[in-house]
């Protein structure tokens, strides 16, 4: 276990101890209000953070990552369970644990699979627009508790307007009075820093809960904490296949969101990570949650950020902070079960509101990069719904890659000032070799595009009279498929028609080992041997004898 430089063993103890005493007062609430954003009782948020902190602390390797119920799996898991189980709390309840466990599975396959880089998946412009979205989602629906009218069920957006606009008459003056007044103190304890905010006005509302309560402000409720060992159920025969896409939709989501702050803070600090230890650690807390009715949980970035502001330096800041929320739980339940549920909303609103700043996506704009899919990220959750916005969103970003990939780019270059450089002649301004001409892909070449881009050379064959020698700058394709070397072939054999010999440069040594394996007559083994442009350039054509044929 790593230790922070200059710090003594004893003294990182201790540092460990005040680092999780700090953050139980700022994750138990949390958890409580997760708990509401996945349509589950209060348990259900406080189960998943004992799973979550005690399998990761136990078995990570991450010294600041703090594993618990996050807001975009919770809201993600309250869609799936609405869809799957309708709006039967106790229906809802045990097909959520069914949810969680297959997540864990999965977890557990994809790190049995070495699949570490999964995360990758969900590019960053994509995961930035969709967690916009689904702040915008969690907030609009955590209004109805602050406002005290009934609450919003599903996740489309100009529904859940339209909703909380008709049931603005039933609102109450109390209720409300409390969720603004609360979010104005989160708001400022945020700029004070040193003072926590959520315990604040946590103590506050419990002070307050006996004449809230005579006012109609509906308070948090009974916690039911003992562990429930029934198996969840199984889904029905039509329901396996959701059930199977939603428990990837989590795991996307959940490992996304957690690689990104595992890594983040590993580099941070100067750590190694271990990928697919991760996968397989998630995937026990998730399955253990699971067993328990628990939520799903993962590497939330503001509890990890929390953590390591509050000076943590080994995984033992988050055991302890395991074993404070089980004393709180044990000593002041009954009290937590007085939480008022406009606080709860506030705290929500305050934690998803550092997502909703426009400044995320200042840089795409900047560089004139991703920005549609950023945009298509958000429009998608706010139009289809949260899983299937983050599906649309992750399609979306996949066929703009195929689209760029696609494009069938080819630049033909020359050599700049008689030197040993050879570029881009549209772009720089030099001159072609007479009797030659070189061409570079400016994609790599797959089947998608490597028809289109051999077309366009021959097309530049065809311009240029005189023509003795083609050279083929193939340094952006690290591999060539069939489709490509069927086209590459074509291509040979046309240019050996013509009398034009083909030189093939910057090869990289799988895309060599594919041409030479094709063993085409035309293309002989040292016309694939250059290693730069101007290898290809300056060597000898080949002798009349090696053009003989018998």
């Known amino acids: 276990m790593s230790t922070a430089s200059g710090a003594a063993p004893g003294n990182t103890v201790g540092i460990d ?29 406080v189960i998943a953070l004992f799973a979550g902190l005690v399998c990761y602390g136990l078995l990570g390797r991450s010294r600041y990552a703090i594993v618990s119920a996050t807001s975009s799996s919770a809201a993600v898991l309250a869609a799936g369970t609405l869809a799957l189980a309708g709006n039967d709390q106790v229906s809802r309840a045990a097909m959520a644990a069914t949810l969680v466990l297959l997540t864990g599975g999965c977890f557990l396959v994809a790190s049995m699979l070495r699949l570490g880089g999964l995360s990758h998946l969900i590019a960053r412009p994509v995961l930035r627009g969709y967690t916009f979205g689904l702040a915008c989602v969690i907030a609009l629906k955590q209004l109805p508790h602050l406002f005290g009218v009934p609450a919003m069920h599903g996740d489309f957006v100009p529904l859940l307007l339209a909703d909380l606009l008709g049931d603005l008459g039933q609102m109450q003056p109390a209720t409300l009075a409390c969720g603004v007044l609360a979010l104005a103190l989160l708001f400022l304890a945020e ?11 946590i103590v506050l509302g419990v002070a307050a809960s006996g004449w809230l309560e005579s006012h109609g402000v509906t308070l948090t409720g009974e916690i039911r904490l003992a562990p ?3 198996w969840p159920i199984w889904p029905q025969s039509g329901q396996w296949l959701p059930s199977v896409e939603l428990a990837a939709a989590l795991l996307l989501i959940l490992y996304a969101e957690s690689y990104s702050a595992i890594r983040g803070f590993a580099l941070k600090h100067g750590d190694s990570v271990n990928p697919n230890r991760d996968l397989a650690v998630l995937g026990v807390a998730n399955a253990v949650s699971g067993l328990l009715h628990g939520m799903p949980v993962g590497a939330g970035y503001s509890a990890t950020s929390a953590n390591e502001a509050a000076g943590a330096r080994s995984r033992l800041s988050g055991l302890v902070a395991a074993a404070c929320v089980l004393l709180m739980v044990c000593l002041l ?16 609103i305050h934690a998803v509101s550092k997502s909703l700043r426009l400044s995320v996506f200042t840089p795409y704009l900047r560089w004139h990069r991703d920005r549609l899919v950023a945009l ?11 899983l299937n916005g983050l599906l649309v969103a ?29 570029v881009d002649i549209a772009q720089h301004g030099t001159s072609e070799l007479p009797g030659l001409l070189i061409v570079r892909p400016e994609e790599p070449l797959f089947f998608a595009n490597a028809e289109a881009v051999l077309v366009q050379v021959r097309r530049r064959v065809q311009e240029r009279t005189g023509l003795q020698r083609l050279v083929l700058s193939l340094e952006e394709s690290p591999d060539l498929d ?26 990289k040594d799988v895309a060599r080992d594919a041409l030479l394996r094709m063993a085409l007559p035309q293309l002989p083994p040292q016309a694939l041997d250059y290693w730069s442009v101007e290898d290809a350039v300056m060597a000898a054509p080949p002798s009349s004898k090696a053009k003989e044929t018998p």
């Open 17 to 45: 101890v005040l680092a999780g005493l700090s953050i139980a007062g700022l994750l138990l609430p949390e958890a409580v209000a997760y708990s509401g954003i996945a349509g589950l009782p209060p348990q259900a948020g």
């Open 228 to 230: 429930q060992w029934a």
């Open 333 to 348: 339940l009954r009290w937590i079960e007085r939480i008022p549920e406009p606080v709860l909303a506030a705290i929500v």
């Open 482 to 507: 069939g489709t490509t070397l069927e086209a590459l072939a074509d291509l040979v054999t046309w240019l050996d028609a013509r009398g034009i010999e083909l030189r093939v440069a910057r090869l």
């Open 191 to 201: 700029r004070l820093h040193r003072l926590p905010g959520s315990l604040l006005v």
């Open 394 to 422: 992750i399609a979306f970003s996949l066929i703009m890659l195929l689209r760029q990939l696609a494009a069938a780019r080819l630049s033909v270059l020359g050599q700049l000032a008689g030197g040993h450089d050879f």
């Open 376 to 386: 298509a990220a958000v429009i998608a959750v706010l139009s289809l719904g949260i």
